[in-house]
């Protein structure tokens, strides 16, 4: 698969952060009606732990010299599965698209090579308005497996006091100074999320090390439950959305002998009254809709709706030979 005369591809350097930000926005704006990519995620993209820039990110670039697409593969758990972005500009790098997901591919190739591995797993995801791209997955041997939506709610009139938890149940925010607190953070988000399917371990020094890449942490807006005294629950923000007015949960996890108890949404609330107090303006998370779980209820039953669902697409791809 080649790209057009005068077409070309390279690494990417933080020099391109403008131009993969107006690469992302046209491409988020096509697809769900805004941008959705701020510019310190694309930083951080570039600056990821574990990432060659040089073999593992491509920007194409057309003959008048314009950036108009950029793919990376997200591997932040160091996992046997990768998952493989493509963003090209919705009018002028569609004839990259394609290219870009080809190339993609032959570098997940060398990776599991390089680790010895006889393959990986890839995914990648489409929104239901991506068509073009959607097919491209398929025509490159993805299928379908599950659906993810983005969810958000106003935070308009939320009061900045969080409702009463349930009767034995407490919420703090996070003492990032504790190293004991931190590891019990830790272990709570990693034994929970241990009942989804597609969660991917990491350990506690690899999670310290992913948060010490980012650009800012509020951990003022990091909680922690407890049921008499117990460390039962905890929800981790993120500044993903914060140059949109929007807090984001990051991670919501419940350990599952106390769950059904009201502490998921007693972690909500004060993460919505924390936002609230910030300013912000809506309230956002990710959410795997085949969460045995059903997380999906949860967030509903606190006023969070789609804004909008994208499906995930998966392949093997066999190692390099030789």
């Known amino acids: 698969m080649i790209l057009p005369d005068g077409w070309s591809t390279r690494p990417p350097t933080i020099d391109d952060v403008p131009a993969l930000l107006k690469v992302t926005h046209a491409s988020d704006i096509a697809a769900v009606g ?46 046997t599965r990768e998952f493989v972005e493509v963003y090209v500009h919705p009018e002028l790098g569609v004839p990259a698209r394609a290219v870009l997901l ?37 025509a ?9 939506a983005r969810m958000s709610r106003p935070l308009d009139g939320v009061s900045t006091t969080p409702p009463a938890p349930p009767a034995g149940v407490e919420v703090r925010v996070v003492d ?32 310290r090390e992913r948060i010490a890449a980012l650009s800012s942490v509020a951990y003022d807006e990091w909680f922690v439950a407890t049921v008499d005294g117990v460390v039962a629950g905890i929800l981790q923000s993120s500044d993903q959305g914060a140059e949109d007015d929007e807090g984001w949960v990051r991670y919501l996890a419940v350990l599952r002998e106390h769950r059904k108890r009201g502490i998921g949404a007693a972690l909500l609330g004060h993460a919505f009254a924390g936002y609230a107090a910030k300013g912000r303006e809506r309230a956002g998370l990710g ?36």
Not at 177 to 186: A, Q
């Open 140 to 148: 490159a041997g993805f299928g379908f497996v599950k659906r993810y």
């Open 34 to 79: 805004y941008p959705d990519f701020p510019e310190y995620e694309v930083r951080e993209v570039l600056e990821a732990p574990h990432t060659d820039l040089a073999r593992d990110q491509l920007v194409a670039v057309d003959p008048d010299g314009t950036v108009v697409g950029w793919a990376y593969l997200d591997n932040p758990n160091q996992a």
């Open 287 to 322: 959410v795997d809709l085949s969460n045995p779980t059903e997380a999906a209820r949860l967030y509903r039953a606190a006023g969070m709706t789609a804004s909008y669902e994208a499906d995930i697409f998966e392949r093997t791809v066999e190692a390099t030979a030789g």
């Open 176 to 207: 990032p100074s504790s190293d004991d607190d931190m590891r019990t953070f830790h272990r709570v988000l990693d034994t929970a999320f241990r009942d989804t399917p597609d969660y991917d371990p990491m350990t506690y020094e690899h999670w």
């Open 102 to 138: 080809s190339r993609q591919l032959a570098r997940v190739a060398e990776k599991a090579a390089e680790l010895g591995l006889d393959r990986m797993t890839v995914r990648a995801g489409a929104v239901p308005t991506e068509t073009g791209w959607a097919g491209d997955l398929r």
